[in-house]
């Protein structure tokens, strides 16, 4: 429980489960309602993670290039990743590390010289120098700068194969909940002009257009449209908060979150870089 939410609302409604299911209290009804086990959990962000984030936001971002500053960004003392994982499937295992992190793109080519290359990496430099890669597969991840009393998404990737499952969805809640325990007083980001599906997930969690940063993209020059929720604390959207999150579970199941131990900056280490925040909504 956090002071900003006494009645550990957020939190409940998320992890108070038993068993394979989560139970949760109906307060319209008295009764409790029960949501199936989700196969995603969300955890922090490990260093150990940085090979399977990077891999994703290659495809994720194929166009732009914030690799070089992704492990630089896990480090920061006012920053916040969550990666959505799963349990790794026993034919992923089996291909071999290089594999599990290739792009969608990389997996699909069927020329004579990309399936050379699988080979090679499964059956030599797999065995030679064995990539080091998380218990867990990744399958997106956020991430945000906690400064002064807001907090600021920066990044959503997801893998390709993995749209459509609510999991773009999953995220966003778990950055806002953590952003509510850390007390902060909005929520904020930048998305592409274009990108249509992201800007309707936003404004269903209640963010609002505030203003339009021109020509921000740097692959394709495009518009970056500026969205801010409205006071994270205060008791209606803490109610319509809750509501979401229980329709997001009614549909794809319980979630198990983790917890944060934080510490918070008042200074951001450095402005807001460009090509920060955009996420490919399909659910």
Known sequence: MSVSDPNNRFNGALANFKSDQLITNDTSSGELQKYEKNEFSVRVVALDDLAMLESIVREAFPGINPVTRLERDLARQNGLYLAATRRWYGEEQELGPRYAIATKSEKEDVSF??????????????????????????AGFIGMWLVLDEAHVVIIGLRESDRRKGIGELL??????????????????????SNKPAIELYRKYGFQK???????????RENAVIMTTPPIQNDDYRNQFTTLVEQHADKWGRVSS??????????????????????????
């Open 210 to 220: 505030v203003g339009l940063r021109r020509r921000y993209y740097s692959d394709t």
């Open 258 to 283: 983790p917890g944060l131990d934080h510490s918070d900056s008042s200074e951001p280490d450095e402005p807001v870089s460009e090509d920060s925040s955009e996420l490919e909504v399909e659910d």
């Open 113 to 138: 010289a990309a399936r050379v290359k699988r080979n090679v990496d499964r059956y030599v430099l797999d065995r030679i120098a064995r990539p080091n890669l998380p218990s867990d597969y990744i």
């Open 172 to 193: 966003l809640i778990s950055a806002i909940e953590h952003a509510v325990e850390n007390d902060c007083r909005m929520v904020t980001l930048e998305v592409r002009e």
